[in-house]
């Protein structure tokens, strides 16, 4: 891959400071409390003529109060209904009605269906909306690179709306399907479980899949092109299969072949999986890869056509979303670090455990490079935020990168076993369901017995990361190391930090290490025993602090 791929594939959020009153309030300017969507009915017509789109999305809901209007997100036709032509973009609502076919009244404003009831608290309702248009985003109608009309969804982090009628926000999970009314020529790929096929007249066939998780908007998408498909093997009973332009199928197929091996994995270290198949998609997403759930697509652009670690490092990462973002979602976009930086730091688990530990390393170092890069242009960001208005600044190193380092930091903070029962405890208790930071911790603390309010605060609401100078004698009187060490980080913030110092002879033979030290003041002076003068000292030997660490003479 290309360095610009490269950079989509390692995609990242960005989020400041904020208080969790503040977290709420940002949520509820994109949802509406008190209604509750249980299940999304699509229906969609697409074309060879025209990038126009017929839907029609039935959408069963509740409310908690007698409220009488509620709201869909939808982005409307910009031009006045007289002067509308092909080349606008949006939705126009047609009709709102019940299943029996009774209109109800509605207004279509702000990129919002509104819509009026009966008030019926706590009871299901179902309205039917009817709407056209060409979506300017989110359904993407275009050309693939062998010149072939394809059409594919690309939903994040709140673009459904621009071609399906939604809560378009990632608290408000639901079930869905899709039927799909499309040309002969294309096969349709989408959430869950295929349903059928039927021929339709006029060379037109019908395709119907069903969701019956709950899953975020986000990702509920369809794809429909050409297509060849290898059906790779089930995994737990999970089909896994790989969905590729016919003129990439023999190169593709080995791409995506890892797949099996990666879902096995986070199975066994995890949780089960919540879907109904893992299908792997050759797209034309804007990303590297876009993890929807049970149908992920990756960019036409990774096909390499033999093994390579750069798209077996996607597949982990996206396939590790579907444990963390599609099924234990976060709760706004604020928390995005939940689904990314576990995304980037399970894909490097399942690296570490396909090729040891110095692979591990490798992508760390890296990782944390890219870190002090980002860092250095924004150095007031940190990883939970909610006051950036376009989601789409969110995308940088803190929440993937970053993100995964406090995950790698907190696996050395608690040890192996206790890190692997939190996460399995953690992903057991939010499956097909909402979490925050907060939830995250408190079952950590759980699990561990022990208080990391010190911990996720300075990792994760705190800018930038400790910046050390040390420097080190040797006392032979005392038979001991003295290493003199301070914060130098610009922002005067001094972080807690585990430290650990490796002592070597000249051989490179480790004479001892310290035992685990703990700094949390700007200057502090440690004294480690040691029977003989070393040639070399090291600090954090293996590699578990986010830090850049400068040894004075050197």
């Given at each position: 891959m290309n360095k610009k791929q490269r950079f989509l594939v390692a995609l990242c959020i960005f989020i400041t400071t904020v208080t969790q009153a503040q977290i709420a309030s940002r949520a509820a300017l994109y949802t509406q409390p008190g209604v509750d969507v249980?299940?999304?009915?699509?229906?969609?017509?697409?074309?060879?003529?025209?990038?126009?789109?017929?839907?029609?999305?039935?959408?069963?809901?509740?409310?908690?109060?007698?409220?009488?209007?509620?709201?869909?997100?939808?982005?409307?036709?910009?031009?006045?209904?007289?002067?509308?032509?092909?080349?606008?973009?949006?939705?126009?609502?047609?009709?709102?009605?019940?299943?029996?076919?009774?209109?109800?009244?509605?207004?279509?404003?702000?990129d919002r269906v509104f819509i009026n009831l009966p008030p019926a608290p706590n009871q299901p309702t179902e309205v039917v909306i009817r709407y056209e248009g060409t979506p300017a985003r989110g359904l993407i109608i275009s050309q693939n690179k062998f010149g072939e009309r394809t059409f594919f969804g690309d939903n994040w982090p709140n673009n459904a709306r621009n071609y399906l009628p939604v809560i378009d926000h990632p608290s408000d999970k639901a079930t869905c399907s899709f039927a799909v009314n499309a040309p002969a020529t294309y096969r349709v790929i989408s959430n869950g479980k295929f349903v059928n096929e039927t021929n339709l007249p006029n060379g037109r066939k019908l395709t119907r899949w069903d969701e019956k998780t709950p899953i975020p908007t986000k990702v509920m998408v369809i794809g429909a092109a050409k297509f060849a498909v290898d059906e790779v093997g089930s995994v737990n009973g999970v089909p896994v299969q790989s969905w590729l332009y016919p003129r990439d199928s023999q190169k593709g197929f080995i791409d995506y072949r890892p797949a099996k091996e990666i879902l096995q994995y986070?199975?066994?270290?995890?949780?089960?999986?919540?879907?109904?198949?893992?299908?792997?998609?050759?797209?034309?997403?804007?990303?590297?890869?876009?993890?929807?759930?049970?149908?992920?697509?990756?960019?036409e652009k990774v096909i390499v056509?033999?093994?390579?670690?750069?798209?077996?490092?996607?597949?982990?990462?996206?396939?590790?979303?579907?444990?963390?973002?599609?099924?234990a979602t976060e709760t706004d976009w604020s928390q995005l670090w939940l689904s990314e930086g576990f995304a980037t730091y399970f894909s490097a688990l399942y690296l570490e455990h396909a090729y040891g530990k110095d692979t591990l390393n490798a992508v760390l170092n890296q990782n944390r490079n890219q870190i002090y890069r980002y860092t250095a242009l924004k150095p007031t960001g940190t990883v939970v935020d909610s006051t950036t208005a376009n989601l789409m600044d969110l995308l940088n190193p803190n929440s993937y990168q970053k993100g995964g380092w406090v995950l790698h930091m907190l696996?050395?903070?608690?040890?192996?076993?206790?890190?692997?029962?939190?996460?399995?405890?953690?992903?057991?208790?939010?499956?097909?369901?909402?979490?925050?930071?907060?939830?995250?911790?408190?079952?950590?603390?759980?699990?561990?017995?022990?208080?990391?309010?010190?911990?996720?605060?300075?990792?994760?609401?705190?800018?930038g990361f400790p910046e050390v100078v040390w420097g080190s004698s040797y006392d032979a009187a005392k038979k001991a190391l003295v290493i003199d060490i301070r914060q130098a980080q610009r922002s005067g913030t001094v972080f807690t930090i585990p430290l650990t110092f490796s002592m070597k002879?000249?051989?490179?033979?480790?004479?001892?290490?310290?035992?685990?030290?703990?700094?949390?003041?700007?200057?502090?002076?440690?004294?480690?025993?040691?029977?003989?003068?070393?040639?070399?000292?090291?600090?954090?030997?293996?590699?578990?602090?986010?830090?850049?660490?400068?040894?004075?003479?050197?």
């Open positions: 249980q299940h999304y009915a699509f229906s969609l017509m697409l074309s060879d003529s025209t990038n126009q789109i017929k839907g029609e999305t039935t959408i069963r809901f509740t409310r908690a109060d007698d409220r009488q209007t509620v709201w869909f997100d939808l982005i409307s036709n910009k031009a006045d209904s007289a002067q509308a032509d092909d080349g606008a973009t949006g939705m126009r609502v047609r009709a709102v009605s019940l299943p029996d076919g009774k209109a109800v009244p509605f207004s279509q404003r702000n986070f199975m066994d270290k995890i949780g089960p999986y919540s879907y109904e198949k893992l299908a792997n998609v050759e797209s034309t997403t804007i990303f590297g890869g876009m993890e929807n759930a049970s149908c992920i697509f990756y960019n056509g033999h093994k390579d670690s750069d798209v077996e490092a996607l597949l982990a990462h996206e396939i590790a979303h579907q444990w963390f973002g599609n099924s696996r050395n903070e608690l040890g192996d076993d206790t890190f692997w029962k939190g996460i399995r405890a953690y992903y057991a208790k939010y499956r097909n369901a909402n979490a925050q930071t907060s939830d995250l911790q408190a079952i950590m603390e759980s699990v561990s017995g022990k208080k990391l309010g010190t911990f996720f605060q300075q990792w994760l609401y705190q800018p002879d000249g051989s490179g033979r480790e004479l001892t290490r310290s035992p685990r030290l703990t700094m949390n003041q700007q200057n502090q002076t440690f004294t480690i025993p040691v029977a003989n003068k070393p040639a070399s000292v090291m600090i954090d030997p293996d590699n578990v602090v986010l830090m850049r660490a400068v040894q004075m003479g050197k």
